[in-house]
């Protein structure tokens, strides 16, 4: 697919805008081809532009736009994840240059290009990076110069610059998903040496799925680990990483709003962690569900200390507390009943809806709802939890 002046000319491209909702199957049942393309290309547009509805808001809205296969797009950053790291990096580095060695459907490069005088964007697949360089076109990028070859070659010719960014491809051949850094493409486990030859800093993301204990002992130097969630769902685990720093890295649990700005932040290291001491308690007025980024970045002490509430049980990261805190960073409920075993609870829920959640509890969710005799919905939640002593069923109303 290198024909990007067919793609995005104006008549397909009104089709395609017009078109978001079709079904693309049904599109190419009926049409072999449309507007002398190929329909498959077509269709493939329109689910492109569609997936990047929510995730790339800016490539959406604008004509012109050519995706790629589904794999780099699935990849990609999220347009929030991606301003929230270019104003991070320039502004805890300041530096005037940024090279991406991972470029792929260029979300990241496009950001870092609003914030350095000048970004390299390093891609070894030429029809991706052509698709890249017509989209910045359109989206009126001027400042990065693309370079096609691989990372390791890029790196061999020990081109200097501010900082590196790498987004290693988290799959084998097979296409299975995989999350040690040693196995991702390129390995920079390999490379650091090479990148801190030519850069101060590194920013590496990571899979969500990555432990953050395996990333530290595979990355030299990292300063800063982050969380980086987006609306309450783990986008991204990001390190730090600057040459010669040898210290105990920051642990930074980050929630996103969807249109990038901070919704909550929490910074701590593993020693605070680790000697922070747990105040236990029955459920009291009012419950708290950390964010995922906290649960992630592994503030199970910390938070019950920083906001003053009480931990329900060593393996239940859920919290407690008679008066509310309102600045909470996760989900917050007042407890409406306490029950010690799961009996029925239609009293309290008479149209037998509620969403039902469970920590440390013997019961799945979709069970205790079975048990229970509830179907998904409502304005109520029920959960299945254990404090240190006992197991209970709380029904709540979550607030805002």
Not at 85 to 111: C, E, P, R
Not at 116 to 145: C, K, R, W
Not at 260 to 275: D, H, L, N, P, R
Request: glycine share 4%.
């Amino acid at each position: 697919m290198t024909d990007w002046k067919r793609i995005s000319d104006s008549t397909v491209q009104a089709f395609i805008f017009e078109n978001e909702h079709a079904d693309e199957r049904e599109l190419m049942l009926h049409h072999k081809t449309l507007f002398d393309l190929p329909s498959k290309l077509i269709a493939e547009q329109i689910a492109g532009r569609r997936k990047a509805k929510k995730k790339l808001p800016l490539w959406y809205n604008t004509k012109g736009v050519v995706y790629p296969p589904t794999l780099n797009l699935e990849q990609s950053s999220s347009q929030a994840t991606a301003q929230f790291k270019a104003t991070f990096l320039k502004t805890i580095t300041n530096q005037k240059t940024i090279t991406d060695l991972t470029g792929g459907f260029g979300v990241d490069s496009f950001f870092f290009s609003k914030k350095f005088d000048s970004v390299t964007s390093v891609e070894p697949n030429p029809d991706l990076l052509a698709l890249v360089q017509h989209n910045y076109i359109q989206l009126g990028v001027t400042n990065v110069n693309h370079i096609q070859t691989t990372a390791e070659a890029f790196l061999s010719a020990a081109t200097e610059t501010g900082v590196f960014y790498t987004d290693p491809s988290r799959r084998d051949d097979r296409t299975r998903k995989i999350f040690k850094l040693s196995a991702c493409s390129p390995d920079i486990t390999q490379l650091h040496a090479l990148l801190f030859a030519n850069a101060e800093w590194l920013l590496l993301k990571a899979s969500p799925l990555l432990d953050i204990q395996q990333g530290l002992r595979e990355l030299p130097h990292v300063k800063i680990v982050m969380a980086l969630a987006v609306e309450n769902e783990m986008k991204e685990l990001l390190f730090l990483a600057q040459r010669g720093f040898n210290e105990p890295p920051k642990i930074m649990a980050i929630d996103l709003m969807a249109t990038g700005e901070i919704k909550s932040e929490v910074t701590f290291t593993q020693a605070q962690e680790a000697t922070s001491q747990s105040e236990f308690s029955e459920p009291q007025q009012y419950l708290y569900e950390p964010n995922a980024a906290l649960l992630k970045a592994g503030a199970f002490k910390v938070i019950a200390h920083k906001f003053n509430l009480y931990k329900l049980a060593q393996h239940t990261h859920l919290y407690t507390s008679q008066n509310r805190v309102h600045d909470f960073p996760g989900r917050t409920f007042q407890i409406e009943k306490v029950n010690p075993t799961d009996e029925d609870l239609h009293e309290w829920l008479p149209d037998n809806r509620a969403h039902v959640a469970i920590r440390n509890y013997p019961l799945t969710a979709a069970q205790l709802m079975k048990k229970l005799n509830l179907s998904e919905g409502g304005s109520r939640f029920v959960w299945g939890l254990s404090t240190a002593k006992r197991k209970y069923v709380v029904l709540c109303e979550r607030l805002s």
